[in-house]
């Protein structure tokens, strides 16, 4: 059985929290952190009736995006996920044909993923979806918050990233 928090202790970590709060960069972070998950949520509804999670879509648009053809190192480093988590992904989306494994011409030690005809048309339907979530979304910005947002994104997510790199 669990012991319930001193109320004081909670009080005085909320104060805490409230005072950093008041610092800008972490404010941010913290609002980022929840418009992130907000979104997560509202793409995850928007796909869910293709039986395809996040990952799973996002491996077959930078494959359109990409030629067609990827390495499994290459999708994992195109959509920030775990090598292990792109091997389930590819698995999943492999037995649905919606991709397939195929040897590298270059280097006969490597795969390829390679997006299919199945897989070509799954990304053709889900498109008017996304579109359509993708200008709910973001309704509520003009066209100048929309490039700043994309603009401050791609900095924060790249400086994000080669950090993580240095640890």
């Given amino acids: 059985m669990s012991k319930s ?25 913290i609002l980022l952190t ?37 390495t499994p190192t290459s999708i994992s480093e195109g959509v920030n996920r775990s090598k292990h988590a792109i091997t ?22 490597s795969l390829n993923v390679v997006i299919t005809k199945q897989g070509i048309d799954l990304v053709k339907k889900t498109l008017p979806s996304l579109q359509r979530a993708s200008s709910i979304a973001t309704s509520c910005l003009t066209e100048e918050q929309i490039n700043e947002l994309k603009t401050i994104s791609n900095k924060l997510r790249k400086w994000i990233w080669s950090s993580m790199a240095e640890d």
């Avoid at 001193?6 to 005072?19: F, G």
């Avoid at 997560?40 to 067609?68: E, P, V």
């Avoid at 389930?88 to 030690?109: C, G, H, N, W």
């Fill in 5 to 29: 928090a001193d109320p004081e202790a909670v009080e005085s970590l909320a104060k805490e929290i409230k005072d950093i709060s008041k610092v800008v960069r972490f404010d941010s972070l």
């Fill in 34 to 70: 929840y418009a992130a998950e907000a979104v997560n949520r509202f793409l995850a509804k928007s796909i869910k009736k293709y039986d395809q999670d996040q990952t799973r879509m996002n491996i077959l648009y930078l494959l359109i995006g990409k030629g067609g053809s990827l």
């Fill in 88 to 109: 389930r992904a590819i698995d999943i989306l492999e037995k649905d044909a919606l991709v397939r494994r195929e040897p590298s011409v270059d280097d006969r030690r």
